[in-house]
């Protein structure tokens, strides 16, 4: 996103939420905030009347894959295919309407295990370019005869594994295409910021990312990577690419330690992050725990690493007196989120594999326990905490980024049921207007 000089823009007649208390009016300039509660008559440049809305730091997502997310609502969804005849006819369709698929491949997702298609019925409408049929159940993969030559499988019917490893990557331009296309979206969620899982990534997609793609940027992106090998982990940290700012737009950020990777790797992967200053993001798993147990009591350094998909009793104890982070996925671990918080741990929250909108999660849970102002930290101020950048964003204060979402009623003045239907009127991300609903 360009950083170039912004014009100065008031929010005046709101309640805003700051760091000191309720404020009416709030001014920012060159993406940071300048003034809060102004005297009136004192504002100059472009002036916004909320009209009685209510303003609150911009929501991050502290976990999904926006790329991956991004990609599959380009995908065809078989969901409403009930017979051969149906797929054929959305398959054809989907074909007409996409003569340039992403990656080169025709992927169609969801298909009812009631529905037995074959490789002949794929090739009846895709003959030149490959073709996947994911089921419902992702557990099996049918292929046309392209794609089976360009996997070099001797087989029409793949696993998803095998068959994601083989795809190829993703260009530049794709990347940028994906951005443009649904970065909107999650603004329209009043979304700011987004960290994403990036798994077997390459210095190459970092380069495409904090490069070429900078200036399209409508949301901050914070790239957590992850490796199959010590070596590839090894070779990224030698570019000399650490956690931090960054990019003020697009940032390196955790290193991500799976709990499919060897015992072994994992020591390994978590000794050689913590020892260059990267954080880590670890799976909720006994040795990774135990390798990042190891590491901090050895070689006592203040990154804030973190723990996802955690759950409760044993774990949340580890993860208190080691001082570790948590980063849930909302939809599956809100069940542990209301223990975390009473075990003072901070917790941030994020989608997982579908961009949800923050309202919708943080409705859920209140309704689950927590009170308003910790479900919105969630997406605030601990996702900031999590992210080494409190100083800098989770609350609204003097010197702060601007990142700012504007609601048409205030959470803390509707009923716990109703935060979930909140609308989003407007978004910022360092002072960029990048969404608006139209209503102010």
């Known amino acids: 996103m360009n950083q170039a000089q912004q014009e100065k823009i008031s929010l005046v007649n709101g309640r805003i939420y700051t760091r000191s208390g309720l404020a009416s009016n709030l001014t920012f300039e060159n993406g940071r905030i300048v003034s809060i509660e102004d005297e009136s008559g004192t504002f100059s440049g472009r002036i916004i009347n909320l009209q009685g809305r209510t303003v609150l730091p911009g929501f991050c997502d502290g976990g999904t894959d926006f790329l991956s997310w991004a990609e599959s609502q380009e995908r065809l969804n078989l969901v409403s295919a009930h017979s051969v005849r149906e797929f054929k006819d959305a ?79 993703l260009t530049a331009d794709e990347i940028k295409y994906l951005i443009n296309t649904y970065a909107p979206k999650a603004n329209a969620f009043g979304i700011s910021e987004i960290w994403a899982d990036f798994y077997n990534a390459s210095l190459n997609l970092w380069n495409i990312l904090s490069n070429e793609i900078y200036d399209l940027l409508k949301f901050r992106l914070r790239c957590n990577f992850g490796f199959n090998e010590v070596s590839a982990l090894n070779e990224f940290l030698s570019s000399g690419l650490r956690t931090g700012d960054g990019f003020p737009f697009c940032k390196l950020g955790g290193i991500l330690i799976r709990d499919a990777l060897e015992q072994q790797d994992q020591k390994n992967m978590i000794y050689s992050a913590h020892l260059s200053g990267c954080q880590i993001i670890t799976d909720n798993n006994k040795s990774c725990l135990n390798a990042v147990e190891r590491v901090v009591k050895k070689v006592r350094k203040s990154s804030r690493h973190l723990v996802k998909n955690f759950t409760g009793g044993n774990v949340v104890e580890r993860m208190r007196l080691l ?77 702060s980024d601007a990142d700012i979402v504007i609601l048409e009623q205030d959470p803390f003045l509707v009923k716990p049921e109703e935060i979930s239907l909140i609308d989003v009127t407007m978004t910022f991300a360092a002072g960029h207007l990048v969404y608006e609903s139209g209503a102010l």
């Open 91 to 169: 398959l054809a369709a989907f074909f007409r309407a996409n003569q340039k698929p992403l990656r080169g491949w025709y992927i169609a997702c969801n298909l009812s295990e009631d529905v037995a298609i074959s490789r002949e019925d794929i090739e009846e409408i895709i003959t030149t370019l490959p073709c996947a049929v994911i089921d419902a159940q992702n557990t099996h993969i049918i292929l046309n005869t392209p794609a089976m030559n360009e996997l070099n499988m001797p087989q029409d019917n793949v696993e998803p594994d095998e068959f994601i490893q083989h795809l190829p990557d």
């Open 323 to 399: 001082n570790l982070g948590g980063s849930a996925v909302l939809t599956q671990e809100e069940n542990f989120i209301h223990e975390a918080f009473q075990n003072g741990l901070v917790v941030s929250g994020g989608s997982g594999e579908n961009l949800t909108a923050p309202l919708k999660n943080i409705g859920r849970l209140v309704m689950n326990g927590l009170s308003v102002a910790e479900a919105l930290s969630v997406y605030t101020w601990n996702a900031a905490w999590n992210g080494g950048n409190e100083s800098r964003r989770g609350e609204l204060a003097v010197g």
